[in-house]
């Protein structure tokens, strides 16, 4: 069942996937206009319980009351900080946390991990380049990235049209079979992500 928890904008939602005697979790977000059944999160879901952490996909609050519009960044940072508080406090109390998600749930993380202490953060579809929007060349997203001072991975379509992020000191990126959507080889999603979680030094 999954458990509703209270934030600023309203409850959010987590539904939380254990495994036998994890000492790790993965908590994941969402993308801008879908849900925590997207094809790549269930993978990387299904891989993080297979490497024995406990995952927990949270869905934001805008999405419990039925909006498919997100939040302003500031407000889904807040109610993303205010999960992860609750999840450390009561289900997911003593572990260390990767954290992570689809799309726009990845920048969230991005942008929060040193408030919510995340070791290593999860990026599926990270979205480096908005939609172009007139004669103004779309501002790169690569600054939310770099700030991360954690081990982070990319999973990326080979074709997504928000670009392909770059390899960093302590940042891996994966190119996988299609777009965006990361539907066309969920299969190699899960394995990058599995073969990913085993090498953190918080999973030894």
């Given at each position: 069942m999954p458990s509703e928890l209270d934030t600023p904008s309203g409850p959010a939602r987590a539904h939380l996937h254990r495994a036998d005697g994890a000492s790790?979790?993965?908590?994941?977000?969402?993308?801008?206009?879908?849900?925590?059944?997207?094809?790549?999160?269930?993978?990387?879901?299904?891989?993080?319980?297979?490497?024995?952490?406990?995952?927990?996909?949270?869905?934001?609050?805008?999405?419990?009351?039925?909006?498919?519009?997100?939040?302003?960044?500031?407000?889904?940072d807040e109610a993303w900080v205010a999960v992860i508080e609750q999840l450390r406090s009561d289900q997911l109390e003593g572990l260390p946390l990767v954290v992570g998600g689809r799309s726009l749930g990845a920048r969230v993380a991005c942008r929060t991990v040193q408030e919510?202490?995340?070791?290593?953060?999860?990026?599926?579809?990270?979205?480096?380049?908005?939609?172009?929007?007139?004669?103004?060349?779309?501002?790169?997203?690569?600054?939310?990235?770099?700030?991360v001072e954690v081990p982070v991975l990319v999973v990326q379509g080979e074709s997504d049209r928000f670009g392909m992020p770059p390899e960093g000191p302590d940042r891996k990126v994966v190119k996988v079979a299609g777009d965006h959507g990361l539907k066309a080889d969920t299969g190699a999603v899960g394995e990058a992500v599995a073969a990913w979680l085993s090498v953190l030094p918080i999973a030894r």
């Open positions: 790790v979790a993965l908590v994941l977000g969402h993308g801008a206009g879908g849900g925590v059944e997207a094809p790549d999160l269930v993978a990387a879901r299904d891989a993080a319980v297979g490497a024995g952490f406990s995952v927990a996909l949270v869905e934001q609050p805008y999405r419990v009351a039925g909006r498919r519009s997100p939040a302003p960044a500031k407000r889904l919510t202490g995340g070791q290593a953060v999860l990026c599926l579809a990270f979205p480096l380049l908005p939609p172009r929007r007139g004669d103004k060349p779309p501002q790169s997203r690569l600054p939310e990235l770099e700030a």
